[in-house]
């Protein structure tokens, strides 16, 4: 049955670097994470210790109630942000060794390998070697070693990284796919409307901590209120003064910043003032419009 994938504190030096302080998350069965953050600021590290290619100064990770050991390990299916296929050996040999290392047998390594490969376009390039094929093909092939086991957990770092908008696509289905089984999925990604559109939860880490951590609509209404308005002359600041506005960015459409007790009517009487008003809406951040206010 699957289980709850924790991690508890995670603390990680390199000299004088703290690349990790006091980390923590949790990913329930069925459920996407999205874990997202500038380069540098902790995300693999957090994986690669959940993994165990390194350790932790302090702190742990369990699934479940039992900390992670190497018999857990081997039922967790990983794909690393940078890949690590043999690029001379063979598509299908190369998954069925990877599915026997993971503790399958040969003959269901290779129903296993025929069925993700089928699965992910990639079934007429079992006889070629990794390093001939395309950087999204052979990204397909880094998917497919990570699933050729059928694993309970799936720790995914950048896996939409050079992929094309079919690839995307197919990537999506697949992990939407596997937490529809039960499957706790962690990944990581740039790529910020995926996260969006995939994440049941999200979190931003930044120099080593976890700044937010919620649902994305939770996220989004943590980033507090603001008015859009287009119309007014962008070169008048027209808004700055009004009570409750605590920001405005001035532009063809301008964003501003207020408070819960805010006068909209006030607000939008000012707008008037400066100029014909087209849209006046409140709106809620991007999670890319509140990822960069947070790191």
């Known amino acids: 049955m699957p289980e709850t994938l924790h991690v508890n504190r995670l603390r990680k030096n390199y000299g004088s670097l703290r690349a990790l302080d006091g980390v923590s998350l949790s990913v329930s069965p069925g459920e996407i994470y999205g874990f997202v953050g500038?380069?540098?600021?902790g995300k693999s590290t957090t994986m690669r210790i959940v993994l165990g290619v390194i350790a932790p100064d302090s702190g742990e990770v369990s699934l479940g109630e039992r900390p992670l050991?190497?018999?857990?390990?081997?039922?967790?299916?990983?794909?690393?942000?940078?890949?690590?296929?043999?690029?001379?050996?063979?598509?299908?040999?190369?998954?069925?060794?990877?599915?026997?290392?993971?503790?399958?047998?040969?003959?269901?390594?290779?129903?296993?390998?025929?069925?993700?490969?089928?699965?992910?376009?990639?079934?007429?390039?079992?006889?070629?070697?990794?390093?001939?094929?395309s950087l999204g093909n052979q990204q397909r092939v880094q998917l497919a070693a990570a699933l050729v086991h059928d694993p309970d957990v799936l720790v995914l770092d950048e896996p939409f990284?050079?992929?094309?908008?079919?690839a995307v696509d197919v990537m999506s289905e697949v992990l939407a796919g596997k937490a529809a089984q039960g499957v706790p999925v962690l990944f990581s990604s740039h790529q910020l409307d995926l996260v969006e559109r995939l994440c049941d939860r999200?979190?931003?880490?930044?120099?080593g901590v976890i700044?937010?951590?919620?649902?994305?609509?939770?996220?989004?209404?943590s980033g507090g209120k603001r008015l859009e308005v287009t119309g007014p002359d962008p070169a008048i600041a027209w808004a700055d003064g009004l009570p409750g506005v605590t920001g405005a960015e001035y532009g063809p459409s301008t964003v501003l910043h207020?408070?819960?007790?805010?006068?909209?009517?006030?607000?939008?009487?000012?707008?008037?003032?400066?100029?014909?008003?087209?849209?006046?809406?409140a709106s809620t951040p991007s999670l890319t419009e509140l990822f960069r206010e947070l790191v």
């Open 38 to 41: 500038s380069n540098g600021a």
């Open 69 to 133: 050991d190497f018999a857990a390990r081997r039922r967790i299916g990983y794909m690393p942000e940078e890949r690590g296929l043999y690029p001379k050996m063979k598509v299908g040999e190369q998954l069925v060794y990877l599915a026997r290392l993971h503790g399958l047998d040969d003959a269901a390594g290779r129903r296993s390998c025929a069925d993700w490969t089928a699965r992910l376009g990639i079934a007429e390039r079992l006889d070629d070697n990794v390093g001939d094929l």
């Open 161 to 166: 990284s050079g992929l094309d908008p079919v």
């Open 202 to 207: 999200v979190g931003v880490i930044s120099g």
């Open 211 to 221: 700044k937010a951590e919620g649902t994305v609509d939770e996220l989004r209404a």
């Open 258 to 281: 207020v408070s819960d007790d805010n006068d909209d009517q006030q607000v939008l009487a000012a707008a008037l003032a400066a100029g014909p008003v087209h849209r006046f809406a």
